[in-house]
């Protein structure tokens, strides 16, 4: 079977942080999302596979619950071979994303210059918009998000007057302006520790770091994500991803 893989790229200092350490409830009752399996290999393994085998990244840090780390670590251990040469580090995660991802930054080399920050639960994204992100930022990106255009109308509402009354339509933006981000998120190292520092100093909780980055007045830019890059977080979800999992294999892709 080919595996898709990119050389390794020199000087690019690159490094991933991806936290799993969230129970995924919405997923339902079962093991932590993470470790939930896609085509009989747990969701991360798919997810830390992409990521140690592009040509940016050199070390991936897996940021696991904190009761999980031993079996992360061996199952990390036993998943990753020797063609997936990056370095893999896991630490035990903190009570929200952000604090998982300050403890992933903690223990990154000092030489890396490049963060991606990548959804576990997005175990499907290519290796291209992995190398793509990490490349945007060594050409100079203070932020990057890979993202894909909306195919829905959006509506923007306000909130229902009672719970089951249906919510109020205020505006219609136009989809032509707005993007669906994925991950993995690139930012410069310098950046990412500054606005986590100060998202800490101010007491602010955000689910998104380039959302932090824009908080304290840096710029992201979007490069295209891939359609088959989305996150599974609904049984539905699963499914999709299945599927999509089960073409690769028979056109000999994964």
């Known amino acids: 079977m080919t595996v898709p893989i990119s050389p390794k790229g020199p000087n690019l200092n690159a490094a991933a942080v991806v936290p799993a350490a969230g129970r995924g409830e919405r997923l339902g009752p079962g093991a932590p999302k993470a470790l939930r399996e896609l085509g009989g290999v747990p969701i991360l393994v798919h997810a830390v596979r992409v990521l140690a085998r592009s040509r940016a990244v050199e070390t991936v840090v897996v940021v696991a619950p904190k ?20 370095a893999l580090v896991v630490v ?21 210059d490049v963060v991606l920050v990548h959804d576990a639960a997005r175990p499907l994204v290519p ?5 793509s992100v990490a ?21 923007q509402v306000t909130p229902a007057a009672a719970a089951g009354l249906p919510e109020p339509v205020v505006a219609t933006p136009d989809r032509a302006t707005l993007r669906a981000v994925q ?23 955000a689910t998104d770091d380039a959302g932090l980055v824009e908080r304290f007045g840096g710029r992201v830019v979007v490069v295209p994500g891939h359609e088959e890059a989305f996150k599974v977080t609904r049984p539905l979800d699963l499914v999709l991803a299945e599927a999509v999992l089960a073409r690769r294999r028979s ?3 994964f």
């Open 127 to 131: 290796v291209d918009v992995v190398d």
């Open 67 to 86: 009761d999980g780390v031993a079996e992360v670590r061996a199952l990390l251990a036993d998943a990753i071979g020797e063609r997936e040469s990056a």
């Open 183 to 205: 991950t993995p998120q690139g930012f410069r190292r310098d950046v990412l520790d500054r606005v986590h520092a100060k998202a800490l100093e101010e007491g602010v909780d």
């Open 251 to 253: 056109r000999d892709e």
């Open 92 to 112: 035990p995660g903190g009570d929200t994303r952000q604090e998982s991802v300050r403890a992933g930054l903690a223990v990154l080399p000092a030489d890396v």
């Open 135 to 155: 490349r945007a930022v060594a050409d100079g990106a203070e932020a990057v998000v890979p993202a894909v255009p909306l195919a829905d109308t959006v509506k």
